[in-house]
C-alpha cells in the first residue's frame, strides 16, 4: 500500500516559472509543517517552479528530507499566448483533451507526465510520497486515478490544497484532506 499526498502550490505574485510566493503564500507554506506533523514521509518531489519549491521547503528543511525536483510536476502550459477568455479556453481543453492553444500543452500530453510519474512513483520503493505541483496537474495526477477529475474539480482548488491517495492492489482512496486552516 502507499500513500501519496498531491499538494497544490500556496498563493503565488503570478503564473510565470519564477513567481514566488506572496507574504501569505509563505506563511501557508509554513502551516504545511504543522499538517504534515503526524504523516508519514518517505520522499518529496516538486514541480522545479518556484511557487511549488518554496511552498515544500519549509516541511522538508523541517523533516530533513531532500526535494526531487521532477519537471512532470510542472505546471501544464495553456498557451504563450494571453488569452482573455483563458478559463474558457481552459474548459475547452479539458473537453478536448487533443486541444492545443499556440505555445501550449494539450491536457493528452500533460496527461502522459501525470501518468509517467504515477507508474514510476508505484513501483518505487517508497511507501509516503509527496508530490508538490499547480492545479492544473494536480487535477490531472488525481484523473489518473478516478476520471470524473476535471475542469470543476480544478476549479473548487485552493492555494494550497493537499488530497490524500491510499493506493492498494484492491482499491484507491482518494480524499481532500486540506483544511483551509491559513
Request: aromatic share 8%; with cysteine; glycine share 4%.
Given at each position: 500500500?502507499?500513500?501519496i499526498y498531491?499538494?497544490?502550490?500556496?498563493?503565488?505574485?503570478?503564473?510565470?516559472?519564477?513567481s514566488?510566493?506572496?507574504?501569505?503564500?509563505?506563511k501557508?507554506?509554513?502551516a504545511?509543517?504543522?499538517?504534515?506533523?503526524?504523516k508519514?514521509?518517505?520522499?518529496?518531489?516538486?514541480?522545479?517552479?518556484?511557487?511549488?519549491?518554496?511552498?515544500?521547503?519549509?516541511?522538508?528543511?523541517?523533516r530533513e528530507?531532500?526535494?526531487?525536483?521532477?519537471d512532470?510536476?510542472g505546471?501544464?502550459v495553456?498557451?504563450?499566448?494571453?488569452?482573455?477568455?483563458?478559463r474558457?479556453?481552459?474548459?475547452?481543453?479539458?473537453?478536448?483533451f487533443?486541444l492545443v492553444?499556440e505555445g501550449?500543452?494539450?491536457?493528452?500530453?500533460?496527461?502522459?507526465?501525470?501518468k509517467?510519474l504515477?507508474?514510476?512513483?508505484l513501483?518505487?520503493d517508497?511507501?509516503?510520497?509527496l508530490?508538490?505541483?499547480?492545479g492544473?496537474?494536480?487535477?490531472?495526477l488525481?484523473?489518473?486515478f478516478?476520471?470524473?477529475f476535471?475542469?470543476?474539480?480544478?476549479?473548487?482548488?485552493?492555494?494550497?490544497?493537499?488530497?490524500e491517495?491510499v493506493?492498494?492492489?484492491?482499491?484507491t482512496?482518494?480524499?481532500?484532506?486540506?483544511?483551509?486552516r491559513?
Amino acid at each position: 500500500m502507499k500513500t501519496i499526498y498531491l499538494v497544490r502550490h500556496a498563493s503565488a505574485a503570478g503564473q510565470p516559472v519564477d513567481s514566488p510566493l506572496t507574504e501569505h503564500g509563505r506563511k501557508q507554506a509554513l502551516a504545511l509543517v504543522d499538517f504534515f506533523k503526524h504523516k508519514e514521509i518517505d520522499v518529496i518531489y516538486s514541480s522545479p517552479f518556484k511557487r511549488a519549491l518554496e511552498t515544500i521547503r519549509p516541511l522538508s528543511n523541517s523533516r530533513e528530507i531532500e526535494i526531487s525536483e521532477d519537471d512532470r510536476l510542472g505546471e501544464r502550459v495553456l498557451s504563450t499566448v494571453n488569452l482573455e477568455d483563458w478559463r474558457d479556453k481552459l474548459k475547452q481543453s479539458f473537453e478536448d483533451f487533443e486541444l492545443v492553444f499556440e505555445g501550449g500543452e494539450s491536457t493528452s500530453a500533460a496527461m502522459e507526465r501525470a501518468k509517467s510519474l504515477i507508474e514510476d512513483l508505484l513501483c518505487s520503493d517508497d511507501d509516503h510520497i509527496l508530490l508538490v505541483s499547480h492545479g492544473n496537474m494536480t487535477t490531472l495526477l488525481m484523473r489518473y486515478f478516478n476520471e470524473s477529475f476535471g475542469y470543476d474539480c480544478l476549479m473548487e482548488m485552493t492555494n494550497p490544497d493537499v488530497f490524500e491517495l491510499v493506493v492498494s492492489n484492491e482499491s484507491t482512496i482518494l480524499n481532500r484532506i486540506w483544511d483551509d486552516r491559513i
